[in-house]
């Protein structure tokens, strides 16, 4: 899984940094079944990264070769130069 990129147009200044977390829940299939942003560095970043994360399927957590649902914790980044 790679961290999504932020849209240039996201961000008003060269070198401005966009930043923040979220908390995933994933189910058996490693489909994300609920999204909230923890913190973000603006509006315009949570709202792309929230969108973002719903289209990302993730490799399911096992408990021995079961397949569970689980929360992850991700962050997101980018810094435009």
Do not use: C, H
Not at 24 to 40: C, H, M, P, R, S
């Amino acid at each position: 899984m790679s961290i999504p990129t932020v849209p240039a147009a996201l961000t008003r200044r060269r070198g401005e940094e966009i930043k923040g977390s979220a908390v995933l829940f994933i189910d058996e299939e490693g489909y994300v079944t609920n999204v909230l942003i923890k913190e973000a560095s603006s509006q315009a970043a949570a709202d792309y990264f929230l969108n973002a994360f719903w289209s990302i399927r993730f490799t399911p957590a096992l408990q021995g070769e079961q397949p569970v649902k689980s929360v992850s914790i991700q962050p997101f980044f980018s810094l435009f130069r």
